[in-house]
């Protein structure tokens, strides 16, 4: 085997070494999911509920937990050392300080609504709370991040009994009187929303200027929840209702499995794309939130749907189908290159190089001769190779003269042989 045969196999065996350890890298060999919601009677939950259960169904082993203090979440499936890889934020958030996560897309605008006891009276609006007890939610809770920077914007805080009770004893609390109004930080649409507001015991509240809190808050958007949005014919709210608002947005670890991807995404349009109070059909799921890097998967599916080799093979095959296309394509083209032009580079390469090599193979021959040294052993190994070689490799030209005067030695064979014939006729 030359040597240039040689490297071309042993270049085109790395080649396909690499190509298969790409393969391998690209999937992922750990196809769980752990989604982290919020508290268990929050949003958070519930959509993690959702996502479990329709995660089962294809197939997947899934797990549902949860913590009340939900500003964390993004932390834990930040943390290689934790199992959660799938959560929820609905915060501020830096992307340098959580590098391993990625935005599976928002879901909703969550906007932040304070319940007041009806007592209190109608059309309420927040500086009606100053000097009463409210319930902003328990502590590292995304609700009670948005509502104390909301009472601190319009200057309250300092005369506002501050609670922080979890979210079901805040609201049992307003209803029996013992807290004045609660700060709640849910999708209008949910029925714990839905509820409250139709319950005649409490009253929604009303925050003016939205355009400047919004600006002084920073990381939130001007929301409205329309007039009898909850019921047309008893006209609830009876006004226009002036908030502002934040993106949930579903996030997961960069690691996360493409077909465990695509399913997530799958059940996030069927649950959140129809048209509700706040947003038109469509709206949903978007990246409206750029704080996260979107999931390229994720983005692709919400632009052109299930790609066709997941609904039709299983997840990991259909996982490793395009980086096995690629290598398989190289593997194509190196065969090609190798079948049609190697040989003839060799040849070329024998022709250009050969020669010199001979001379200067000769011409240390010589000098050691010349100085009454003998020849090393590998000297007259590649003589003799020299030799062999042009015996059984004649050059071009040799072999052509050679068939010409074969073929004139035939002409003459053949003129003998006429001649010969007329004798014997003329006879």
Do not use: C
Not at 172 to 201: C, H, W, Y
Request: glycine share 6%; charged share 20%; net charge negative.
């Amino acid at each position: 085997m030359s040597r240039g045969l040689l490297a071309f196999i042993s270049g085109a065996l790395l080649l396909v070494g690499i190509g298969l350890a790409y393969i391998l890298t690209s999937v992922s060999w750990n196809r769980s999911v752990v989604i982290e919601g919020g508290p268990t009677i929050g949003f958070f939950y519930e959509t993690g509920e959702e996502i479990d259960e329709y995660l089962r169904l294809n197939g997947v082993n899934s797990q549902l937990t949860y913590r009340d203090d939900t500003l964390r979440i993004i932390g834990d499936v930040n943390d290689p050392e934790n199992p959660v890889n799938v959560g929820f934020i609905a915060q501020s958030v830096s992307a340098s300080a959580f590098p391993d996560v990625v935005s599976l897309g928002s879901i909703v605008q969550e906007p932040l609504l304070f319940f007041a006891n009806s007592e209190l009276g109608s059309d309420l609006s927040i500086s009606d709370l100053a000097g009463k007890q409210v319930q902003v939610g328990p502590k590292l809770s995304g609700v009670r991040g948005m509502a104390m920077a909301a009472l601190n914007a319009y200057e309250l805080t300092p005369l506002i009994e501050i609670q922080e009770d979890p979210t079901s004893e805040a609201i049992a609390k307003v209803l029996r009187g013992e807290s004045d109004a609660v700060a709640l930080l849910f999708p209008p649409q949910t029925p714990i929303i839905e509820n409250l507001a139709l319950d005649p015991r409490l009253t929604l509240v009303d925050l003016p200027y939205t355009q400047a809190l919004a600006s002084e808050i920073g990381y939130v958007q001007q929301m409205t929840i329309p007039e009898s949005s909850f019921d047309l014919a008893d006209r609830i709210p009876a006004r226009d209702i002036n908030t502002v608002g934040i993106p949930v947005t579903v996030i997961a670890r960069n690691d996360l499995p493409q077909g465990n991807v695509l399913l997530i995404a799958e059940r996030l349009e069927q649950l959140f794309s129809s048209a509700t109070i706040t947003s038109p059909a469509g709206t949903f799921p978007n990246f409206v939130d750029s704080q996260l890097p979107a999931d390229p998967t994720a983005a692709d599916y919400y632009a052109s749907g299930m790609p066709w080799q997941f609904r039709s093979l299983p997840h990991v095959i259909a996982e490793v189908l395009i980086p096995l296309v690629v290598v398989g394509t190289i593997a194509l083209f190196l065969n090609t290159l190798y079948k049609f032009f190697l040989p003839e580079m060799h040849s070329l390469f024998q022709k250009i190089l050969t020669p010199q090599q001979r001379r200067k193979l000769l011409e240390s021959a010589e000098r050691r001769r010349a100085r009454g040294e003998p020849l090393t052993p590998r000297q007259e190994r590649r003589l003799r190779r020299i030799v062999e070689q042009s015996v059984d490799q004649r050059s071009d030209d040799e072999r052509a003269r050679a068939l010409l005067e074969e073929t004139q030695g035939d002409d003459l064979l053949g003129e003998h042989a006429a001649a010969g014939e007329s004798d014997a006729t003329a006879r």
